[in-house]
């Protein structure tokens, strides 16, 4: 009967063996989205600054 108890597999703990997920930070996702956002705007993004500054200017003008 000893020799029978070593052939069997031993028994894993089914917790130790699932990986926990990882946590992200929300400034990480932030900043991975920011950076996402960017890189798909690329060289729009002087132009959507100018259009940006006049939008802005002509509303302070206007409430003036």
Do not use: K, N
Not at 2 to 19: F, G, H, K, M, Q
Not at 23 to 40: F, K, V
Request: with cysteine.
């Amino acid at each position: 009967m000893a020799d029978t108890a070593r052939l069997t597999a031993p028994e894993t703990d089914v917790a130790s063996t699932i990986p926990s997920p990882v946590h992200i930070g929300t400034w990480t996702s932030y900043r991975c989205l920011l950076r996402w956002t960017l890189a798909q705007i690329g060289a729009m993004l002087p132009l959507i600054v100018v259009v940006q500054a006049l939008l802005a200017a002509g509303i302070i003008i206007g409430f003036g």
